[in-house]
């Protein structure tokens, strides 16, 4: 026995399980919101309480970490991101910061290496002059190498000329001639130069997986579908969970079953782990290549309203598929038009196999981006839970932003976060990442500061968002994950930070640094400029990411 007063259990190997005391800190936790300090037990959570009470029971069995005035707090999970593709986003070109067509193809003629030139995150929107080169621009700055560099939403790309001839796009829907390709084109497109090795492939994962984790994520939702990436993609991915040193991954395939037998068949082909038929199975497209479907013309395109991809008959079948199952579908969702479709869709169902099964097997719906009152409601009275992100608002919410451009006064409708909450809809947030980065603390804070001031929501909502209610939406079996009280994963994060506080979404309610009577836990304040460095991350008593100073 131990100070604790548990029991110093052995491990299957035979040695004793390791036990960590963490004090002098802040602890956040429904047990105590005032707690300094946590001891953890193997993979478990045994104790939180007082600096004092730590005192009394630290010994020499245990590793000891003192905070130093450092925040303790579950671990985040990114409700919906893709990981080879972020790994690609690292390791490539980073052209979010090109302002011209030239500075972009400067950006390709200063490519190191061979083959593929690859590169993410252009937006034209944010350049003073959007025209974009041209696919021979593209060959004559690669120096004949192919090129692929994503547009900001991953929704359409700028391809050389060698690349079109390749993979012989010009046969294909959205295809042009020009650089920018879309839909079919698009899809073609990735998928050749994403023709790399096991070992690359590998790589671009660990990458991603390591980057996670020194930003505090514990779990990352992986949507993975065809039109991104094949089979052996998810199934790698999946292969990390059989370690214990990185996030979690939860696997979704975004393929459409038009049968029970069908999505069962897709699913066996996995084998065991496969949450579901969800997450980036395309109902439409983006608002930024205006591939998303609207009800009414986009703003800036007269005429052009989208594309939906799917029928609502094939996405009624599909939903009905796996209700009987009572596994997860769902799909990707921008534009209005899109999630009518979809509504549609679960009605449909429902209809065919009942309402308690569409509720039952916990559906999910990707972004869910532009909403009317009716459409929050439909989604309410099914329990479909909304996979969110504020990073979109905080990069193209803004006046004079993209939405603005493409959408006219309809952004105010775009991101209902607040709505989604007050009308008891589950949400859970992620980045999409490589669309916006894994920057958890800049996604809280941009749910605080939502374009829409109707549409903010606290940060705590916003912190449970992105931790507690990413694992609900995953349908995880431990209702403790998400939790740090004792009997609870181990899973957590330690951040560096300037000043806690609770913190409000209405301005005209003043934010305090404590208030004893509401026992509320406290959260970084996020208006000092700078995001909460992370000192460590854990999952389930497994150190993921310690930073050099934790330690000193």
């Known amino acids: 026995m131990n100070k604790t007063g548990l029991p110093a259990e052995q491990t299957g190997g035979g040695r004793e399980r390791k036990v960590t005391l963490y004090r002098n800190g802040s602890i956040y936790t429904a047990a105590d919101p005032f707690a300094t300090a946590m001891v953890v037990d193997g993979d478990t959570v045994a104790w939180v309480g007082s600096e004092q009470a730590a005192a009394s029971i630290a010994d020499d069995s245990m590793e000891v970490i003192d905070l130093r005035g ?4 579950p671990g985040f999970v990114d409700s919906h991101m893709h990981l080879t593709e972020t790994g690609i986003a690292l390791a490539g070109l980073q052209l979010g910061g090109t302002r011209s067509a030239r500075e972009l193809l400067d950006a390709v003629a200063a490519a190191g290496g061979a083959g593929t030139v690859v590169g993410h995150g252009w937006d034209e929107t944010t350049w003073q002059d959007p025209t974009l080169p041209s696919p021979e621009e593209l060959d004559r700055a690669s120096g004949g190498r192919p090129v692929y ?6 929704h359409s790309a700028l391809v050389s000329a060698s690349l079109a001839r390749s993979a012989r796009l010009e046969e294909l829907d959205g295809y042009t001639g020009s650089a920018q390709v879309v839909r079919a084109a698009h899809t073609a497109a990735r998928l050749a130069a994403r023709s790399f090795t096991d070992a690359e492939r590998i790589g671009y994962q660990e990458h991603a997986l390591r980057h996670a984790a020194s930003n505090g994520y514990v779990a990352l939702a992986e949507m993975s579908a065809p039109h991104i990436c094949g089979p052996e993609d998810l199934r790698m991915a999946m292969s990390w969970n059989k370690q214990a040193g990185t996030p979690l991954v939860l696997p979704y395939w975004g393929e459409l079953a038009s049968s029970e037998q069908h999505a069962r068949s897709i699913l066996e082909g996995f084998g065991p782990g496969v949450l579901g ?14 591939t998303a479907a609207l009800s009414a013309d986009y703003a800036d395109a007269p005429g052009q309203r989208g594309s939906l991809y799917l029928s609502v008959d094939e996405a009624a079948n599909h939903l009905a598929a796996c209700s009987l199952l009572g596994v997860q579908a769902g799909f990707h969702i921008i534009g209005d038009a899109g999630l009518s479709a979809a509504l549609d869709a679960v009605d449909a169902a429902a209809a065919e196999v009942g309402e308690q099964r569409i509720r039952a097997a916990g559906h999910r719906f990707e972004h869910v981006e532009l909403a009317d009152p009716a459409s929050v409601e439909r989604l309410a009275r099914y329990s479909i839970t909304v996979s969110a992100q504020p990073g979109f608002d905080a990069a193209w919410g803004g006046p004079g932003g993209l939405y603005e451009k493409r959408l006219g006064d309809r952004r105010y409708s775009m991101n209902l976060f607040a709505s989604f909450y007050s009308s008891g809809v589950p949400i859970a947030f992620g980045s999409d990442s490589p669309v916006t980065p894994l920057s958890p603390w800049s996604s809280v804070r941009a749910c605080l ?21 990413g694992w609900r939406a995953s349908k995880h079996r431990n209702p403790l994950m998400g939790q740090l009280v004792p009997g609870a994963p181990a899973s957590f994060a330690v951040w560096e930070v300037e000043e806690l506080m609770v913190q409000v979404a209405d301005s005209r309610v003043q934010s305090w640094s404590t208030d004893p009577r509401a026992r509320t836990p406290l959260l970084p304040a996020l208006d000092t400029g700078s995001d909460p460095v992370c000192l460590q991350t854990v999952r389930e008593g497994h150190e993921l990411f310690a930073h050099e100073s934790l330690r000193v």
């Open 149 to 154: 560099l994503s547009r900001i939403d991953v």
């Open 70 to 73: 450092a925040l303790l707090a």
């Open 277 to 290: 038929l969800a997450g980036d199975l395309n109902i439409d497209g983006s608002i930024g290549s205006r």
């Open 449 to 469: 500061e939502h374009s829409n001031p109707a549409q903010r929501i606290s940060a705590r909502a916003a912190f449970l968002g992105h931790t507690r209610a």
